[in-house]
């Protein structure tokens, strides 16, 4: 497998790995500036040129993995046989630079309800490095024409239709996926909001709409659904930066999407 599709291969089963370049040759080594290896936790794919430096490399890797560092590393290595290594000598005579990149798992969103605002809110958020889902009911909102402004996306698209209970989509969500909630039918958003409260593996949960809603809906949570007013509270309502008051699609749009990428920065700095 190249590195590339080893890359790919992470990223599609929301697997972390570090990447290794050779960043700099300078005299005789194994590899050339360039060559590559993928590291996951349990295999590698690719090479760096083998012996003491390859399983150094993989040796750091591992470590930033279960420390979940984010920040890449530069590690230099003089192979001459007057260097003490952990895996051995190598004495091709040169010094080789090696850069170690963490490759994260992005961020998983899911919008429930591609109408005006969240067809707006899928083209902002598209250009963000995420796993962006998009579920709705309604077929016609889900064609390849209607979803065409998104077709030079930077996130991975994931198109859900779900023409009888949208909420049941929740449990094959990855792990962490942040939730917004802005369906046509407000007994569709109910739903969602209950099921959400029960899903367990999700990440932050946002709901559109009026305080009014949000009276009736809470009220609903707390008696039928019997949710109390801790686990109620995971819903944030109304979504959006409170002094961005504009009602235009596009610009809800925009504030939701910068309260939720603000979110982002702020768990990013806890990490």
Do not use: Y
Not at 77 to 106: I, M, W, Y
Not at 111 to 136: K, S, T
């Amino acid at each position: 497998m190249t590195w590339i599709a080893a890359v790919a291969r992470l990223r599609a089963c929301r697997e972390p790995g570090v990447l290794v370049t050779v960043a700099t040759v300078r005299g005789h080594a194994p590899r050339e500036a360039g060559a590559k290896l993928v590291v996951g936790r349990d295999e590698t794919w690719g090479s760096v040129g083998g012996g003491n430096v390859e399983a150094v490399a993989i040796d750091r890797a591992r470590e930033m993995l279960a420390a979940g560092d984010a920040e890449p590393e530069l590690m230099d290595f003089a192979l001459n046989d007057k260097v003490t290594n952990r895996h051995g000598v190598q004495c091709c005579g040169g010094t080789v630079s090696v850069l170690l990149e963490p490759l994260p798992v992005v961020r998983a969103v899911a919008i429930f309800g591609v109408g005006h605002v969240g067809l707006e809110l899928a083209r902002i958020l598209a250009r963000q490095d995420l796993d962006l889902h998009l579920i709705d009911s309604r077929a016609d909102l889900l064609t390849d024409t209607r979803l065409d402004a998104l077709s030079d996306a930077v996130a991975q698209l994931h198109v859900h239709h779900t023409p009888l209970l949208p909420e049941e989509i929740l449990d094959d969500l990855p792990s962490g996926t942040h939730i917004l909630i802005m369906t046509h039918d407000h007994a569709e958003d109910a739903a969602l909001c209950d099921a959400a409260l029960r899903t367990t593996h999700l990440g932050s949960v946002g709901l559109i709409g009026s305080a009014a809603k949000w009276a009736r809906f809470r009220k609903r949570l707390a008696t039928e659904g019997g949710h109390d007013d801790a686990t109620i509270d995971r819903i944030k309502t109304p979504i959006g930066l409170p002094d961005i008051t504009g009602k235009d699609p596009a610009t809800i749009a925009v504030s939701v999407a910068a309260d939720l990428l603000r979110m982002f920065e702020g768990e990013g700095e806890r990490e």
